[in-house]
């Protein structure tokens, strides 16, 4: 079905013959185009009336003719005669044309219009004596081409290049009439500007007679072009109207220069100490990014071992503190692009006390003690000994030495703003003086059953270490059953049985002095075993027996009293014998007094005779 050109529906070809006379003439109208897509039936309209009315003629002879595409000269395809009508043999129209005729005016039909349809159409109307005329259409036939393809260049594209350089290209196949591309970036058209932008066209006529379009974008890429879209859009005619089709859009990697570059810590976070293994990294705003070098400030000549934008140092120690610089390798020489970091790396050195490892100190004296260690950080500085914290602050103060002052001396260094440094020193204080006895101040007075043994303790301090003699008048039969010394104690506890009074010297000496501490004993008088047991204990017993005792007169008096032949029953003697061997057997190894009631005093008296604090059992 033919469509009506827009501009030319309007405009009618008017064709008026004027030779035929003022008689008779013919009025023939026609369509200047009809247009029709590539496959569908196109329909030539042909109107014609006789301006003699009165004189309508008997015969009207209509024919159609073609051009030939190629001599440009005329070729009939169609003949009626009224009688008669006829299709011509042999031409491209045989078997695809139809014309139907009717009041004053005949269609030429033309089946599945090829491409090359796209000719003029006569009609020729002559009606002899009525006249004749004769008009023309021209058929214009389209094809939509394919929808348009595009390919970006994938390889990067360089910002420094001269001029445009190839971005994308795009094609749009087997279209007709020739199709037109269109190029946009970000959505908005890219027009031609010398230097900027070029657009390459290559059109192809295919042997089918269709048209294929490429279209080369070549732009002169800048860095923003990075994240923009290319696409393409293809135009083309239409019956009546103009169609376009857009492509997918493509993006392109641009490549362009490093103009700054960054430098800076990757780990570890926070302070830097020496043993770490720190990490620099470098970065730069160019694409792609290039590879960099190293350097330190002070050797800008000796390049760093680096692997990629990664600086690695490890171990750093203080000597690898300064000024890091990295640069990119792209740079081109003249643009000095750098980044730059300091770094420290902090340090603590060992502590150095003073007096060293071990100092004497006499007896009163006063000593001043230190404790250094160098540090590029704010330092605190604790004193222990024993475990307990002693002083604070790189010098320690010991006033008027005794024995207890003796002992180890420790430093503790911390860096409170990096706890992970931290070192200690020691001194070892040694107090040297005369011995000092443990209780010399008063003479330790005892009392001791005869035959028992008695343990005397002497404990001296003193430095050099003290040594201890005995000598001891009243007993022949003693030994020594403790021997213990340290390096400013000695402990000596002899063991004495006491025979009669005793009285001993416990002879503390060292070069430096000696010192005497008395011990007196007096025996008492061992009680024989006929009557060993404590009043305290026996009260019950012999109330119990008096009891018994009791019980047992008041039957027998009963018994008596009925059977009054009975004697006498002995039974106080008989049971103070059975407790007194009881007694014999349970507390024969305990000691000392009778005076007290519990065993538990006891053994509080016998810590005292043995001039110790410790329990006996840990002696
Ligand atoms: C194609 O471009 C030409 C030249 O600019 C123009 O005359 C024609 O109308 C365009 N065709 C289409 C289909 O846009
Ligand atoms: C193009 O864009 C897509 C998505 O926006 C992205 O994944 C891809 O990496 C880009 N390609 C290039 C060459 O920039
Ligand atoms: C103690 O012993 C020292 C050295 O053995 C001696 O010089 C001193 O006279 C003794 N003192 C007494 C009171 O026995
Ligand atoms: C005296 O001391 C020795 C050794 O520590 C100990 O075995 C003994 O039992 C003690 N003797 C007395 C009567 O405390």
Request: glycine letters at 8%; a negative charge; hydrophobic letters at 35%.
């Amino acid at each position: 079905m033919a469509l009506l050109h827009g501009s030319s529906a309007a405009l009618f070809l008017h064709v008026c013959l004027l030779s035929c006379g003022a008689w008779a003439k013919v009025e023939l109208t026609m369509h200047e185009s009809v247009e029709v897509y590539l496959g569908d039936s196109a329909q030539i309209p042909c109107q014609y009336s006789f301006t003699d009315a009165s004189s309508e003629p008997s015969f009207v002879m209509i024919q159609w003719f073609v051009r030939a595409v190629d001599s440009g000269s005329r070729m009939r395809i169609f003949y009626t005669d009224g009688s008669q009508q006829m299709v011509d043999n042999n031409t491209d129209y045989s078997g695809r044309i139809e014309v139907t005729s009717g009041l004053q005016g005949t269609h030429l039909v033309i089946q599945d219009v090829q491409l090359s349809d796209e000719r003029e159409f006569f009609c020729q109307v002559n009606g002899l004596a009525a006249g004749n005329a004769e008009g023309k259409t021209q058929l214009r036939v389209f094809a939509p081409p394919e929808a348009p393809v595009i390919e970006g260049v994938l390889a990067g594209i360089s910002v420094t290049s001269d001029g445009p350089s190839k971005v994308a290209s795009c094609e749009a196949r087997n279209g007709f009439p020739k199709p037109n591309i269109t190029w946009y970036k970000n959505s908005a058209p890219l027009m031609s500007a010398p230097g900027h932008v070029n657009v390459l066209i290559l059109v192809t006529r295919e042997s089918s007679g269709f048209y294929s379009v490429q279209s080369t974008l070549e732009y002169k890429v800048a860095k923003e072009d990075k994240d923009a879209h290319f696409s393409c859009e293809v135009s083309f005619f239409v019956p009546a109207a103009i169609r376009t089709v857009e492509s997918n859009s493509v993006n392109i990697t641009v490549h362009y220069p490093t103009t700054m570059v960054e430098l800076w810590k990757e780990s570890p976070q926070g302070l830097v100490k020496e043993g770490d293994a720190v990490e620099l990294r470098c970065q730069g705003d160019g694409n792609p990014p290039p590879p960099f070098i190293f350097n330190r400030e002070q050797e800008l000549d000796v390049d760093l071992e680096s692997s990629g934008d990664m600086l690695m140092l490890t171990p750093v120690s203080r000597k690898d503190s300064g000024i890091y610089q990295c640069r990119p390798l792209d740079s081109d020489g003249y643009t000095e692009v750098k980044g730059e970091m300091q770094l420290t790396v902090h340090y603590l050195d060992p502590a150095v006390v003073v007096p060293k490892d071990s100092e004497v100190m006499l007896k009163g004296e006063d000593l001043t003690a230190t404790c250094n260690a160098l540090s590029s950080l704010k330092t605190t500085t604790v004193w222990y000994k024993d475990g307990q914290q002693v002083g604070k602050g790189n010098t320690l103060h010991l006033k008027d030495a005794t024995y207890d002052t003796t002992g180890e001396y420790i430093c503790e260094v911390t860096v409170p703003s990096l706890p992970a440094l931290h070192t200690s020193g020691s001194v070892h204080i040694i107090v040297q003086g005369g011995p000092q006895l443990e209780g010399v101040e008063q003479e330790v007075q005892l009392e001791e059953a005869a035959g028992r043994m008695v343990n005397l303790s002497c404990e001296a301090q003193g430095h050099p270490v003290p040594s201890i003699t005995w000598s001891i008048i009243g007993s022949q039969n003693w030994h020594e059953v403790v021997n213990k010394a340290n390096e400013h104690m000695t402990h000596s506890v002899v063991s004495v049985k006491v025979t009669s009074d005793i009285s001993a010297l416990c002879n503390a000496s060292n070069d430096m002095g000696t010192e005497v501490k008395a011990f007196s004993i007096k025996a008492i008088p061992s009680i024989t075993s006929a009557a060993p047991f404590s009043p305290a204990e026996g009260s019950g017993v012999i109330i119990v027996v008096i009891i018994l005792c009791l019980l047992v007169l008041a039957v027998l008096g009963s018994v008596l009293y009925f059977l009054h032949k009975k004697g006498k029953i002995p039974c106080g003697r008989s049971g103070k014998q059975e407790i007194s061997t009881k007694e014999k057997t349970t507390k024969d190894d305990i000691v000392v007094e009778m005076k007290t009631n519990t065993s538990n005093e006891g053994a509080v008296l016998l810590k005292a005779v043995n001039g110790d604090k410790k329990g006996p059992n840990e002696q």
